[in-house]
């Protein structure tokens, strides 16, 4: 984001023999945000960003990558994130010209994001139009900017925090800012988003924010914030609106013939279609065995496992545990075997959540859930648990989570430590494939414990260090803005 401005802005100054400097972006937005479709529009772009993000999908592949649950067929620099290879400049990846899986992307589309929502949040209260529109316009670009400043900081930590329009050089560049001051700035952007927000409805644009998902992020940024007591708040707040219920059948959320019905759960996600100009994500074709099948999809490349020792983990009678598979029939009708699977181990574990059988090609119309309110719950649990112990409301939120699964409630009883570590194996298991998990790790900074006993013979060996709690920042986005640093551990 910041090369390609200091690009414009360059080309500004040479085009005049003058000194004084017009950014390209003043002159466009100057002629633009006049008409209620200029809002929507703008709007519209912001969300594009989060497609940008979640079409690799970025967000997903390289945390997942480098987790105790999925690792990737070691091709086009995919190991480097489940062997820790990776390097600030993200050289591997971009000699694959992978970027669009990497954390690169997620800085990239994050900064772009949040220019984006900064334009729509200086311009558009100026906008004649319906003022109820209007506030939620600008409402649902305080609630993108929080999320991608959120975004940035669980996968970089200190990142620069940008709430005004680049209009300047000035303003175009920013320096990092201590995680504490990105959670504020999140914050403060939910406080204004919540109110504007419409709440949940089956009328509600698909894809789109409502007050819900806002709140949900609260809870959630919370949580990672170690703020207990805003976490459970906000997440209370989602329970008490009666917006969202968990899907009866924990396979219809991610049937992609029940995508509507599912909403009522998936709370907000990336919302992957087959044709253009919608927008679609190979994530379906990766999980899919080689060769396509008529239940994964017409094409699929066999790129993505589970470790046998997560398939073991799950009680045999967890209804979750459908969601993954040891062998599948494939497109002549024959049962593949687990051993034939894939030629890389004879012990292939399938991820069946993002199958779409009338996918065009690797096209899927596979949703990618971003905030759950199964999620939510777990998140009430745990915050509850940190707080105050493992009180009755605490098992309360995360034994909706086990009864879906068809599992009996939760050991009674537990002490506060176990019961916290019982919360976070049920994250484990109810949102694994879903990006999630490799945060859980680095939050509770667990990883360097359990990565190295998450192998198998593709990779027998996997040893993260300290510094890997936090991915590098990009070092082009340090070329050319010197006002970012590196962060410490990377230094």
Not at 170 to 195: G, H, M, R, W
Not at 219 to 238: F, G, M, P, R, S
Not at 305 to 320: E, G, L, M, T
Not at 360 to 389: Q, S, W
Request: glycine share 6%.
């Amino acid at each position: 984001m910041k090369k390609t401005l200091l690009y414009l802005l360059t080309a500004a100054t040479l085009m005049s023999c003058e000194l004084d400097e017009t950014p390209y972006s003043s002159i466009f937005t100057n002629t633009f945000y006049k008409t209620a479709q200029d809002a929507e529009t703008a709007s519209t772009a912001i969300y594009g960003a989060l497609a940008d993000m979640y079409a690799g999908p970025a967000p997903l592949m390289c945390s997942d990558y480098s987790t105790d649950q999925i690792y990737p067929r070691p091709v086009v620099a995919r190991d480097t994130y489940t062997l820790f290879s990776y390097d600030a400049p993200y050289s591997a990846a971009t000699s694959f010209t992978r970027q669009n899986e990497s954390p690169y992307q997620i800085w990239r589309s994050g900064y772009l994001g949040i220019e984006k929502a900064n334009w729509v949040i200086e311009q558009v209260p100026n906008v004649p139009m319906d003022t109820k529109r209007r506030d939620e316009i600008v409402g649902e670009a305080y609630f993108m900017r929080a999320f991608f400043h959120w975004m940035l900081t669980k996968n970089f930590g200190d990142v620069p925090v940008k709430i005004a329009a680049s209009t300047g050089l000035e303003k175009a560049f920013t320096p990092n800012s201590p995680k504490a001051d990105v959670y504020k700035q999140i914050y403060a952007d939910l406080e204004q988003a919540i109110p504007k927000l419409p709440s949940y409805s089956t009328a509600l644009v698909k894809g789109r924010a409502s007050k819900e998902t806002a709140q949900a992020l609260y809870a959630k940024a919370a949580l990672y914030n170690e703020d207990w007591a805003t976490a459970l708040k906000q997440a209370q707040a989602v329970v008490a609106s009666g917006k969202h219920a968990l899907m009866a059948e924990v396979k219809d959320t991610y049937d992609v013939n029940k995508e509507d019905a599912a909403r009522l759960e998936n709370m907000f996600a990336f919302e992957g279609e087959r044709f253009t100009p919608n927008r679609t994500t190979q994530l379906g074709a990766l999980f899919g065995p080689i060769g396509g099948s008529n239940d994964y999809g017409a094409t699929t490349y066999g790129s993505a496992f589970v470790y046998p020792s997560f398939f073991a983990s799950f009680d045999p009678k967890d209804k979750r545990r459908t969601l993954l598979d040891t062998t599948y029939v494939n497109r002549q009708g024959k049962v593949v075997a687990q051993k034939d699977i894939t030629p890389i181990t004879p012990k292939g574990v399938l991820v069946k959540k993002f199958q779409d059988p009338a996918s065009v090609g690797a096209n899927f119309a596979c949703n990618i859930p971003i905030f759950r309110y199964a999620d939510v719950l777990l998140i009430g649990a745990e915050a509850e648990a940190r707080a105050t112990g493992a009180t009755p409301t605490a098992y309360g939120f995360v034994n909706q989570i086990r009864k879906r699964a068809g599992l009996p409630d939760l050991t009674a009883g537990l002490g506060k430590d176990a019961f916290i570590a019982a919360v976070l194996q049920e994250r484990s298991w109810e949102l694994f494939a879903e990006g999630d998990r490799w945060y859980d790790l680095t939050r509770t900074n667990m990883f360097m414990q359990v990565i190295p006993k998450a192998v198998n013979d593709v990779f027998p060996v996997r040893n993260p260090q300290a510094k890997h709690r936090y991915f590098p920042i990009p070092q082009d986005e340090i070329n050319a803005n010197t006002q970012i640093k590196q962060n410490p551990a990377w230094q």
